[in-house]
Structures are given as C-alpha cells and as structure tokens.
C-alpha cells in the first residue's frame, strides 16, 4: 500500500524559504509522477508542482514559477519542494501526491496522497 508522508512545513516570514520533503513507501515508484499540491480552507486542491521519474520534466502552477522548484532523489523515494521567496498567499495545508502517469497536471489527475503540512507566511 502506497504511503507517502510529508514534512518540513512550518512558520516562516514573508520572503522566506522553506524545504517540504515527501517520503514515499509501500510499492516501487519506478515510473511514477511525483508533486505537490495545496488547499486553503473552503477551497479546491490545486496543483502546485510535479516532476517525471526520469526528473527531466518538471511543471509548475504559474502562481509558484520563478518561485518553487521540486526535485527527487530516486534512490530515496523522496520528493522535495524548495520554496523561496514565499508570500502570504502561499499559506496553505500542502500535499505530496503520486500517479503512475499523468496525461494533465492538476490535483484531480493523482491518486495516492499525503497526510498534509502546513505552511503558514506571515507577513
């Protein structure tokens, strides 16, 4: 069974980083997409980044362009998000997520998620 579990979110100013990582375990991620998404309260999931098995395709929500980088180490079965110059929008619960394939990037085309961590910027 597909386990994936996240951390390093937390508290952090306005223009500040942070480094979300995603462990994954319970099957072989050979081939699979790994990303992040994130929600508000009252709001839809939305798409935050991705990354292909092979790590050279990479896909980001404008909202985070410039701004975000995701990465992967294989060998691990970690995902990463490095986040930089983070703003108060950016406050939400994020999710680490993985799909066999994906044909579309947004939060409704993956099936096995994390628990969630959240990430609040103050301003």
């Known amino acids: 069974q597909v386990q994936l579990v996240e951390s390093g979110g937390g508290l952090v100013q306005a223009g500040g980083s942070l480094r979300l990582s995603c462990a994954a375990s319970g099957g072989t991620f050979r081939g699979y997409y790994m990303g992040w998404c994130r929600q508000a309260p009252g709001k839809e999931r939305e798409f935050v980044a991705a990354?292909?098995?092979?790590?050279?395709?990479?896909y980001y929500a404008d909202s985070v362009k410039g701004r975000f980088t995701i990465s992967r180490d294989n060998a691990k079965n970690t995902v990463y998000l490095q986040m930089n110059s983070l703003k108060p929008e950016d406050k939400d619960v994020y999710y680490c997520?993985?799909?066999?394939?994906?044909?579309?990037?947004?939060?409704?085309?993956?099936?096995?998620w994390g628990q969630g961590t959240q990430v609040t910027v103050s301003s």
């Open positions: 990354i292909s098995w092979s790590v050279s395709n990479t």
């Open positions: 997520a993985a799909e066999p394939g994906l044909s579309y990037y947004t939060a409704a085309d993956f099936g096995f």
